[in-house]
Antibody, heavy 118, light 109 residues
């Protein structure tokens, strides 16, 4: 069964850092582009970032540029979202999702809650 | 403020049909394929429609999608209580170099 599982969420103070992990099982994550999304309390889904399968391209939503960085570990069949200089408005459930050719996302993780608060 | 505009909510009785739209611009829906997702907060979003009108094999044919110009539409026929959820459209925006989502439509049965 193909699955994505996020981990690494938690409570962090404003200005702090957190690293989310997205681990794949049942398929080889390295051949796919992957995206991160988030849903803040009471808000809709929002795209956060993208990384290509061969790591040559990455894109970020404007509010996280310069603070968030995606990386991949093909050996661990995983990828990561390093989040620095966190702000209260970054509080959300974060999802990773596999992207398919045709610009859509067929497998999503169950989400990881990130709370930024003092 | 979402780049794509969706009706905030729709409501209908079981068995009825609902349709709702996703309105964009020439830099997103006008250029690229639209996908639709069903989401219950706190759970994994589920892909319903991809490439404007294609349905994954596990999605029942009660769900259908279409696109015309800079708008896309999702239709649900034979509405069931299990269809109560938030529905989002999504597409790549070439001007923003970003994926954009609609604001979501809450379906109540």
């Amino acid at each position: 069964e193909e699955r994505l599982v996020e981990s690494g969420g938690g409570l962090v103070q404003p200005g702090g850092s957190l690293r989310l992990s997205c681990a794949a099982s049942g398929f080889t994550l390295s051949v796919y582009s992957v995206n991160w999304f988030r849903q803040a309390p009471g808000k809709g889904l929002q795209w956060v970032s993208y990384i290509s399968s061969n790591r040559d391209k990455s894109y970020y939503e404007d509010s996280v540029k310069g603070r968030f960085t995606m990386s991949r570990d093909h050996a661990k069949n995983s990828l990561y979202l390093q989040m620095n200089s966190l702000r209260p408005e970054d509080t959300a459930v974060y999802y990773c999702a596999r992207e398919r050719r045709g610009s859509y996302f067929d497998y999503w993780g169950q989400g990881a809650l990130v709370t930024v608060s003092s | 403020q979402s780049v794509l505009t969706q009706t905030p909510s729709v409501s209908a009785a079981p068995g009825r049909k609902v349709t709702f739209s996703c309105s964009g611009t020439g830099s997103n829906i006008g250029r690229d394929s639209v996908s639709w997702y069903q989401h219950l907060p706190g759970t994994a979003p589920k892909l319903l429609i991809y490439e404007n009108d294609q349905r994954p094999s596990e999605i029942p044919d009660r769900f259908s999608g279409s696109k015309s110009g800079t708008s896309a539409t999702l239709a649900i026929t034979g509405l069931q209580t299990g269809d109560e959820a938030d529905y989002y459209c999504a597409v790549w925006d070439s001007s923003l170099t970003a994926y954009v989502f609609g604001s979501g439509t809450k379906v109540t049965v």
